[in-house]
T-cell receptor, first 110, second 115 residues
Framework: GQQVMQIPQYQHVQEGEDFTTYCNSS?????IQWYKQRPGGHPVFLIQ?????EVKKQKRLTFQFGEAKKNSSLHITATQTTDVGTYFC??????????FGAGTTVTVRA | GAVVSQHPSRVICKSGTSVKIECRSL??????MFWYRQFPKQSLMLMAT?????????EQGVEKDKFLINHASLTLSTLTVTSAHPEDSSFYIC???????????FGPGTRLTVL
């Protein structure tokens, strides 16, 4: 079954507003990755977090990895229409496999 | 990032036929390739992991005789859906990685429809 929980499943955002999507794992992760999948497209790698408490930024996107390495978040500021898509977190345990969260599908109203 | 191609992008077949999907890493050597299945509006479910030159490792519940995987070279892995049935209709996505621990680069996916 799914070992990485992701919420919310859907996020409808007013253009210009901020939002956050959260991932939680029942077990400690060695690292966590984030992907974005545009409608009709395939997942595209965004970033990987490895260290406890790590924070990384990509322009308007801020990624965090929890101190216990069991949770992660993606915060997007000043949402734009180009942010539309589904954001997946994917956690890696001790082995090489990635467990994908259910994804947060983001829609933006202008 | 690296480029991974998949062929075909779409396929419609009759029930009982077999379908082969190719996954190629175009600009790097992929020691490991992963095959995922994605149902509409759902997440990616790992089906199997293939390493070049060795047998694929299948996830629990995935029939290895139904989903045949071959990883004959460092740039090509194939997934054959044998005796396809309507319930096999799905979006199949491969990803490639230089090593097991590296980031995965996803192919564009193959939409399979079995009539």
């Amino acid at each position: 079954g799914q070992q990485v929980m992701q919420i919310p499943q859907y996020q409808h955002v007013q253009e210009g507003e901020d939002f956050t999507t959260y991932c939680n794992s029942s077990t400690t992760l060695s690292n966590i990755q984030w992907y974005k999948q545009r409608p009709g497209g395939h997942p595209v790698f965004l970033i990987q977090l490895v260290k406890s408490g790590e924070v990384k930024k990509q322009k308007r996107l801020t990624f965090q990895f929890g101190e216990a390495k069991k949770n992660s978040s993606l915060h997007i500021t000043a949402t734009q229409t180009t942010d539309v898509g589904t954001y997946f977190c994917a956690g890696r345990r001790g082995d090489y496999k990635l467990s994908f969260g259910a994804g947060t599908t983001v829609t933006v109203r202008a | 990032g690296a480029v991974v191609s998949q062929h075909p992008s779409r396929v419609i077949c009759k029930s009982g036929t077999s379908v082969k999907i190719e996954c190629r890493s175009l600009d790097f050597q992929a020691t490991t390739m992963f095959w995922y299945r994605q149902f509409p509006k759902q997440s990616l479910m790992l089906m199997a992991t293939s390493n070049e030159g060795s047998k694929a490792t299948y996830e629990q519940g995935v029939e290895k005789d139904k989903f045949l995987i071959n990883h004959a070279s460092l740039t090509l892995s194939t997934l054959t859906v044998t005796s396809a049935h309507p319930e096999d209709s799905s979006f199949y996505i491969c990803s490639a990685s230089a090593t097991m621990e590296n980031e995965q680069f996803f192919g564009p996916g193959t939409r399979l429809t079995v009539l």
